[in-house]
């Protein structure tokens, strides 16, 4: 028998919307607990939910990318259930009629292959507040922030076969919703998490076996990890000819197990029906036409174009055309500054340094794309030196502020007036006698040296090029000594 | 208006009325029980302001100063709303209802908030966590329900008007009983944001005055758009007080044809032969009309009601806000505690059947069902009112009755006290209650039910109705008070 492992899997992806799914508070990671929990989230007495046009458009998007059935109407409907984290005690979400139907997923598969997965359909639903174990002695604590911030569950055909694929799979949307800026994408906060839907049968032919579903994995690996033990798993009992029990259960990556979940949070009848709060939403040709219009270009198009146009290498061209986000920054900052390859280098390196080390997004980045453009800009025009640079765009990140201002308040303003420069060099040339001999001797390795006592004199403002210029004019001037 | 007449002269002043009312209404709660809380403090401090402002001369709305009471399910910041429960007996809302704004805005001091049937179940005021509510004509009747605590202020005339809400009959039913004009505006009328929901489809705030005037003017308060609620309509509201004095020539009234089971008693029929009559004689039309599934309202209202009641009261589980039991032993414990002291029988009885009629297995036969015989009222009154302008009915079955007298096993009984009523719930259109005289010396009152958004029509058949007879000015004998 050639046995098959048979994988489904379920996506949560945390929209990206300015507000929660349905009232205005405000959709953010962290804060102190309940900070962001308003009367709606809180399911005070008479609050309403209303729908958050911005992530039904981002779901929409998501469809699109996906060449999937948009559904011109989607409907919601409230699934009951009574947990701490959902103050309602239900969830809206969407059953019958969701945002959008079938569609595909191209995953690129590491050996250069591509692997079809289909898309069953998604639906957008609200997400639950969390429960906090470890803050008051034998007392739990409900923490609102997250409840009621917009996801859309992408729920796949049973499409994969490996692990290896599962992964894949997951990475593809992954960074297809990345792209389409609908996602920050951080696992670790649980941006996107996924259930796994498992099942082992003997042969390809055969009807599918049994499935069991894996909850809440919330990183690429542990999907990978949890997918290949529990498949091994039904592959042993299947040998040994027992049954597969359908059940849920939750990976520990600590012991490296499965385990079935209790049985109380795995209610059955969610009494589903349609929410009498909220109406029907439906998408009309006009605003389908703009949500497709203010997508992107496909990702492949637009880095080709950056290599091809722009000079950008092949790596910083992928990671300023990662998302939306990151290529509208950009774009600003090389209209700005005028010289592309000089604002993708700074993107991919400064600023995508300066974001990892404080942890943050691009979006919620410190500092505005006019501000580098600015300070690039300046670097280009010669009036601050690379090193200088650099000092500005760490202070102006630590604290915003106008370039100008801070070039002048560092004292970083480059000397680009020759006479002043003239003067440095002339200093230089005559309190080292030796090099400048040297150098005339034909040794024009010490022009380096030289070089560098002026950048030293200038603390690092003068332009290093106009150095070497005025030095080597200087130097190479017939007749020997400075001051006569 | 009469009283909003009396400020606007200088010939007295809001704090004399806010303070009369005061009085009124604590002389009065041995009697009635319709406060559930009085709010002196916060009603006599708007007066004074009021009255400061008009002193100054200041422009103010028609209503500023006149004094009032919210039913209290309207959530009031900072003022406990109870809804009639012992759930909520603690619960003071961080937000106002959209209705209270609105009152605020009128600058209507408000006295208290008044007692209700539980979360608005019921039909006698008996289901109060605050005890029954006494009919003013005779103290050992009920005032109908669940609105009980309105309609006995102001039928009592402790304020000229109050707010209430309407599921099934909840405002025009106690209009009826206590000889009040009771109006439910269309579904999406008036905003339910802040507004305790029952359930959701059926919910519609309103008022009840002595008269359509009143009614009119009070109506204009409330009425009208609110994002917060997305099955608020966004139409714009027509001035009811102008409308009031549109002729009633060649308006035609629908009397449906009813079957046997919606007899009433002889005494009864003559009131309502003599109103029809008297709005003959002003000019209107009468044209026979047919509603073949009228018999089916109050089973299908039994099922939506509660169903969508099992998912609203889901929210009250002890854990974020209201009552909590003591020393719960785990979640579970928590949860079937806390719901069982804070609910009521009726409430938890309504409870169980809408999780029944939801429930997998038997949601097609009952939940999907009825909204397809829904869906068949609607269709009724449709075409009725292609051949009519407004349809008459009776309000009630019969005058107030004992309380107490329908506390049997069997609360089927008083569920049939929304016979006539629930149509227009089910089917989302206005109707208002109006008084038309006297059996055994109990008021009764007749309906009419308009086109959606035709509240202005319905109370312009009121006020002609009014104009020329004079049932709606009696008052009960030991209750004078000038709130009129």
């Keep these: ?484 | 208006m009469q009283l909003a007449r009396s400020l606007r002269q200088g010939e007295t002043t809001s704090e004399a009325l806010t303070e009369a009312a005061l009085t009124r209404a604590r002389a009065a709660q041995d009697d009635l029980n319709a406060f559930v809380t009085l709010c002196p403090d916060e009603a006599l401090a708007e007066a004074r302001s009021v009255d400061a402002e008009r002193a100054a001369g200041a422009a103010l709305g028609p209503l500023a100063g006149v004094p009032m009471a919210h039913k209290d399910l309207f959530c009031t910041e900072g003022i406990r709303t109870t809804c009639g429960s012992r759930m909520l007996d603690n619960f003071i809302p961080p937000y106002d209802a959209h209705v209270v704004e609105r009152v605020k805005a009128a600058r209507m001091p408000v006295i208290g908030k008044l007692n209700m049937d539980e979360f608005a179940m019921g039909s006698s005021n008996e289901n109060s966590y605050y005890g029954a509510v006494h009919n003013p004509w005779d103290l050992r009747c009920s005032p109908g329900g669940s609105s009980g605590g309105s309609a006995a202020a102001v039928a009592a005339g402790i304020v000229p008007g109050a707010t209430g809400t309407d599921t099934g009959g909840s405002i025009r039913q106690p209009a009826a009983l206590c000889n009040l004009l009771g109006i439910k505006p269309s579904y999406g009328r008036v905003s339910r944001y802040g507004m305790v929901a029952f359930a959701s489809s059926l919910d519609q705030g309103g008022v009840l005055t002595r008269n359509a005037e009143d009614a009119a003017a009070l109506l204009q308060v409330i009425a009208g758009h609110d994002a917060r609620d997305a099955t608020c309509i966004n139409a714009p509201v027509p001035d009811y007080l102008a409308e009031l004095r549109t002729p009633l020539e060649g308006v035609r009234i629908g009397l449906p044809d009813f079957g046997d089971g919606h007899a009433i008693a002889p005494a009864y029929r003559e009131l309502l032969e003599a109103c029809i009559e008297q709005l003959r004689s002003l000019g209107a039309e009468t044209v026979s009309v047919q509603l073949p599934n009228a018999d089916l309202g109050i089973a299908i209202y039994y099922v939506i009601a509660p169903a969508e009641a099992s998912a609203n009261l889901a929210r009250y589980d002890g854990v974020h806000y209201g009552h909590r039991c003591e020393n719960p032993a785990d979640l579970q414990d928590l949860y079937r505690r806390s719901r069982s002291e804070g609910f009521g029988e009726e409430v938890r009885r309504r409870i169980m059947v809408g999780a029944h009629v939801l429930a997998r297995g038997f949601y097609d036969a009952y939940y999907l069902q009825a909204q397809k015989c829904r869906r068949l009222v609607l269709r009724d009154y449709q075409s009725a009112f292609t051949r009519c302008d407004v349809i008459l009915t009776p309000t009630v079955r019969a005058p107030a009755f004992r309380l107490g007298e329908k506390l049997t096993d069997d609360p089927t009984d008083l569920y049939l006290e929304d016979l006539y009523t629930v149509g227009a719930n089910l089917a989302g259109l206005p109707g208002l209650s109006m008084p038309v005289g006297f059996v055994d010396g109990l008021p009764v009152g007749v309906q009419l039910i308009g086109r959606a958004l035709e509240e202005g029509r319905i109370l312009s058949l009121a006020h002609r109705y009014q104009q020329h007879t004079d049932w709606h000015l009696r008052t009960p004998p030991g209750f004078s008070g000038d709130g009129a």
């Design chain 1, 1 to 484: 028998m050639s046995w098959q492992t048979v994988i489904g899997l379920e996506l949560h992806i945390q929209l990206h919307t300015r507000s929660k799914l349905f009232c205005g508070s405000p959709n953010a990671f962290g804060g102190a607990p309940n900070s962001r929990a308003g009367e709606v989230d809180s399911a005070l007495p008479g609050t309403l939910p209303v729908i958050n046009r911005e992530a039904v458009g981002m779901a929409v998007q998501l469809g699109l990318a996906l060449g999937a059935e948009i559904n011109r109407t989607s409907v919601f409907v409230r699934k009951n259930y009574f947990y701490p984290d959902l103050p309602k005690n239900y969830q809206i979400s969407q059953l019958q009629e969701p945002v959008f139907g079938a569609g595909t997923v191209e995953v690129p598969m590491p050996d250069g292959g591509t692997l079809s997965v289909r898309i069953n359909h998604a639906h957008l639903e609200e997400d639950a507040g969390r429960l906090v174990h470890d803050v008051f002695a034998e007392r739990s604590a409900v923490d609102l922030n997250r409840a009621g911030v917009p996801l859309i569950e992408v729920v796949s055909e049973p499409d994969m076969h490996s692990p290896e694929e599962a992964v894949a799979y997951a990475r593809a949307l992954h960074r297809i919703v990345r792209y389409l800026g609908i996602c920050s994408g951080n696992l670790s906060r649980g941006e996107l998490r996924c259930d796994a839907n498992v099942s082992v049968r003997p042969d390809p032919e055969a009807p599918l076996g049994t499935r069991t579903e894996l909850k809440n994995i919330n990183s690429f690996r542990f999907i990978g990890r949890a997918i290949e033990i529990e498949a091994a798993r039904q592959l042993r009992i299947l040998k040994s000819g027992g049954e597969v029990a359908p059940q849920t259960l939750l990976f520990d990556p600590d012991r490296d197990i499965v385990q079935p979940m209790r049985e109380k949070d795995t209610e059955s009848d969610y009494r589903y029906f349609p929410d009498p709060d909220l109406l029907p939403v439906y998408v009309d040709d006009d605003w389908l036409e703009e949500l497709r219009s203010g997508m992107p270009a496909p990702q492949d198009e637009v880095i080709r174009r950056y290599e091809e146009e722009f000079g950008l290498t092949d790596q910083v061209a992928r990671q300023v055309a990662a998302d939306v986000h990151s290529m509208d920054y950009f774009d600003r900052v090389r209209t700005l500054c005028g010289d592309a390859a000089l604002a993708g280098n700074w993107m991919a390196g400064a600023l995508t340094g300066a974001l990892h080390r404080d942890g943050l997004e691009l979006e919620r980045c410190p500092m505005p794309a006019e501000t580098l453009g600015e300070l690039l800009r300046t670097l280009v025009q010669g009036g601050i030196s690379s090193s200088a640079a650099k000092k500005i765009f760490e202070s102006l990140w630590s604290e915003p502020g106008s370039v100008d201002e801070r070039i002048d308040r560092l004292g970083l303003r480059a000397l680009t007036d020759s006479d002043a420069l003239k003067d440095a060099v002339e200093a230089v040339i005559a309190g080292n006698p030796g090099q400048v001999e040297q150098y005339r001797a034909g040794r024009t390795k010490v022009l380096g040296y030289l070089i560098g006592q002026v950048m030293q004199a200038t603390g690092g403002t003068a332009d290093a090029k106009t150095v070497n210029r005025l030095m080597r004019e200087r130097l190479d001037q017939p007749g020997g000594d400075p001051q006569s």
